[in-house]
């Protein structure tokens, strides 16, 4: 491997950091064509976060893109030495998964069950075939054990050793002892780096800098949520005579521990503490220093080195030959941080949350293939920088978050769950209202929005809680805010939902090309509609309205405004429109009135008509309700006459009790986004995210009738050249209405597993439990299926959708 000191004055891309994660990047790029690459590192390679990483490689993740990453990146490790002659230091020794509470044995059957649907091995194993795989195991507590052939370590200098040697070889330039000092900027794209040794001129310039990402991300005035963490391990004297190298990993998440065999007869044992700190320097950059460490804390390690020695007693009387004590890049929800930043052209892989190396192969190809080809194989939405607003470059909102999450690292997360950090933080108008009626609050995208409320609890008193987990953040409530609004209706506060006004000469031509339906239509007509990436998959699912002649409003999901935004802006600039791009979300809250009585209860408010023939389906009018001005838009979420009033923030709450007073003698309750997701489930509606993802096209999930295929538009020609889907989004109904899917259950048709499972969730106007996969197109309605909900195969029925109100007659009524 060639490592240079005279730096090239022009590159393709230039890669900031020498860790896995950079050189894995630079050797990915190579790959595609891109070897002129220079990787600049500021010590030698490694010596940033890297080199003092665990280096456990587990494949199964909690998405399906992560775990395809890590399994994409355990295959190339195996396949590294071949490739550049070097030895990446992978260790397949396969991985041990401990449960010792039934809490945990429900948690471990889950994760067999979502193993079978990405085409892991993963066997459950009790306490004697738990000891067979490793005798030095105390299994007396173990109630269970998953067992992952796939799964193993890597020495964390031999992998960045091998990868930087492949990227060299393919031309990229790897220039060490050479730190950043700049990035510029001009007009919104990045146009180099400047560096102690002078400047690099690169249209495309990628944050790899572990640690210190955020601090070379303030470079180029990107504030990145990347939260460092204090985070140890200890390595043990030798345990015994015989090498313990080759022994399996183990996790045991009861006990907050793991451990693994190092330094030949020893064992490196690590755990995530209950009271984690963050690492703010002094003085200087993160990582201003090589091969950065604290001292040793052993008070807050005790825990889980108690543990250890719980679980392995040889280590009761073993002494501590080293601790490593380093700080590791955390991301305020855990997952990595991954993409273009609002800086055109300035790209960030970090925040790996101590899975560095055993994703740097994924990251790698997934980072390559989006800056070289537009779009990723995989769809990595869930870790796309874009997913935080402006709220998270706040270094207290982030770390807050980020030590929460660590703490809870090894908890088990239920459905349903809500972070109870840092909040409340963005609220709507109405906040006021929602104590006085008992609300269930979540959050999303720092929004706090409202599940269900306490005060419809009694309602339906004949509800039955769902068994399991899907019953644990669960309220009779939610059954009784389906009822109101299908019997009479229900008041929905979506002021959280994201929305974006385009404006210009140029709007509806950038609208044009990257909607799939036609925009093209008159003032006050809705349009539902997605945008695709060149490959054909969804990049977001949305409405368009027509406000004005050149004035577009889009109104999309909260976690998404800043993704859609940015993924019009981007398009926009490429092309050189003359458009205004705005987000207006705080600006205008929305309420929505959903149910058979929602006209009686609007009517009377308004002098401006709300029959059928004056207001259809779909379309958008300016009136007032009251003394508020209004834009509303006829369009529903749950199946139901109704409407989205959408007003100024500064009369949401005279439009709430105005609301609320007109519709009580009606029936009219306050209803949350439970009730919401289980009418949308009965109405086949999809959800982005799980239903529509990056990967998928809008063919497969069955939105054939909102793509204009006689137009032209950004990823119709992948369409076209694809065909006929070869699997496509099917409603399942299961024979158990108490079991109650969340989502990556694994489908099987004779026997043969042949989906997953995307969303689920109970279908109160129509009582059954429901769920959505995606199966192959030759599956007919009416076929029987299993689907596997915790490890237990559960008959299901293929049906015709939508299974409530097929012919859309109370959506028009």
């Known amino acids: 491997m060639s490592i240079e000191s005279d730096l090239p004055g022009t590159a393709r891309a230039v890669v900031i950091g020498g860790g896995v994660a950079g050189c894995s990047i630079a050797y990915h790029l190579a790959r595609l064509g891109w070897t002129d690459v220079v990787l600049l590192e500021q010590h030698e390679l490694t010596e940033g976060t890297t080199w003092h990483s665990a280096g456990f490689v587990g494949q199964l993740r909690s998405t399906v893109s992560q775990t395809r990453m890590i399994m994409y990146s355990s295959g190339l490790y195996a396949e590294l ?8 230091g992978w260790r397949g020794v396969g991985g041990l998964r401990l449960a010792t509470t039934p809490e945990r044995v429900e948690e471990l059957r889950r994760q067999a069950s979502s193993a079978t649907t990405y085409g892991l091995d993963m066997a459950l194993l009790g306490p004697a075939e738990t000891l067979d795989r490793l005798p030095m195991l105390n299994v007396a507590d173990v109630r269970l054990s998953g067992w992952l052939p ?136 993160p990582l201003d220093a090589p091969r950065t460490l604290f001292e040793p804390d052993m008070a807050k390690f005790a825990e889980s080195w108690n543990n250890a020695r719980h679980r392995v007693p040889a280590l009761r009387e073993l002494p501590i030959a080293r601790v490593v004590h380093g700080p590791e ?76 999450g660590y703490s809870r690292y090894y908890d088990i997360v239920y459905p349903g769950q809500e972070w109870a950090t840092a909040r409340p933080l963005r609220r709507s108008a109405v906040w006021p209202r929602l104590g ?72 509806l031509s950038l609208l044009q090309h990257l909607c799939a339906n036609d925009v093209d239509r008159p003032a006050g007509a ?18 368009v309205t027509r406000l004005a002649e050149t004035h577009f409003r889009i109104v999309t999901s909260t976690a998404s405004g800043v993704r859609d935004a940015d993924w019009i802006r981007k398009h926009a600039l490429r092309a050189g429109a003359d458009v205004l791009i705005d987000d207006v979300t705080g600006a205008h809250g929305c309420l929505c009135l959903w149910g058979p009585r929602a006209r009686d209860i609007l009517q009377p408010l308004t002098d401006t008509s709300l029959s059928n023939a004056d207001f259809p389906f779909m379309r958008a009018v300016r009136l007032y309700a009251g003394p508020v001005p209004l834009l509303a838009q006829r369009v529903t979420f749950v199946g139901e006459l ?11 709450l005279t439009l709430w009790d105005l609301l609320m007073e007109a519709g009580a003698p009606l029936g009219l309750r306050p209803a949350g986004y439970r009730a919401m997701d289980s009418m949308r489930l009965e109405k086949g509606y999809r959800v982005w995210g799980s239903d529509l993802t990056t990967d998928v096209s809008p063919l497969a999930a069955g939105l054939a009738p909102f793509v204009r295929l006689d137009k032209p538009f950004l990823g119709r020609d992948a369409l076209l050249a694809a065909g006929a889907p070869a699997r496509l989004l099917r409603c399942l109904v299961l024979d158990d209405p108490g079991t109650v899917c969340l989502g990556g259950e694994p489908v ?34 009416g076929t029987a ?14 049906r015709q959708e939508p299974l409530y109100d097929p012919k859309s007659l109370r959506v028009r009524a």
Not at 216 to 239: M, N
Not at 376 to 399: H, I, K, L, N, Q
Not at 749 to 777: D, E, M
């Open 436 to 507: 006085e009626l008992g609300a269930a609050l979540g959050e999303k995208a720092g929004w706090e929005r409202v599940n269900w409320f306490g005060a419809n609890a009694g309602l339906t008193p004949q509800a039955q809680r769902p068994k399991g987990w899907a019953g644990r953040n669960w309220s009779p409530a939610i059954a009784g805010e389906v009822a109101a609004t299908t019997d009479a209706a229900g008041l929905f506060d979506q002021s959280s939902f994201a929305k974006l006004d385009v404006r210009g000469a140029d709007a």
């Open 785 to 798: 299926v299993d689907v596997s909900v915790f490890d237990r195969w559960v008959p299901a029925v293929v």
């Open 748 to 781: 099987r048709v004779a026997g043969r597993p042949v989906g997953r499972v995307t969303s689920g969730g109970f279908g109160y106007r129509v009582g059954a439990s429901i769920a959505y996969a995606y199966l192959p197109a030759d599956v007919p309605t």
């Open 642 to 652: 109704g409407w989205e009033l959408y007003a100024p923030t500064e009369y949401m």
């Open 81 to 88: 030495r071949e490739l550049t002659g070097l030895d990446p």
């Open 150 to 285: 796939g799964d193993g370590w890597l020495e964390p200098a031999a992998l960045a050793d091998a990868l930087a040697a492949g990227a060299a070889r393919l031309g990229v330039r790897i220039v060490t002892g050479t730190r950043v000092t700049g990035v510029t900027v001009e007009g919104g794209r990045v146009r180099g780096v400047v560096t102690a040794a002078g400047p690099i001129a690169a249209d495309v310039v990628v944050d790899a800098a572990g640690a210190a990402a955020g601090a070379v991300g303030r470079l180029a005035g990107v504030e990145l949520p990347i939260v460092p963490i204090k985070h140890q391990y200890v390595v043990t004297a030798p345990l015994a005579e015989t090498s313990t190298m080759d022994i399996p990993t183990v996790r045991d998440p009861d006990r907050i521990v793991y451990f693994r065999g190092a330094d030949e007869t020893g064992l490196l044992v690590g755990g995530y503490v209950r009271d984690p700190s963050l690492w703010r320097p002094e003085s200087g950059a």
């Open 329 to 404: 890049a955390f991301t305020p929800d855990g997952e990595f941080l991954l993409g273009e930043t609002a800086v055109a052209g300035f790209w960030v892989a970090a925040g790996f949350c101590v899975h560095g190396l055993a994703a740097a192969g994924g990251v790698g190809k997934v980072m390559a293939e989006w800056i070289a080809e537009g779009t990723p194989e995989y769809d990595v939405s869930t870790m796309d920088v874009r997913r935080f607003g402006g709220y998270a470059g706040g270094r207290r909102w982030a770390g807050t978050r980020a030590l929460d």
């Open 526 to 543: 809705m349009t539902y509609t997605q945008l695709l990436n060149a490959r054909g998959g969804v990049e977001a699912d949305l409405t």
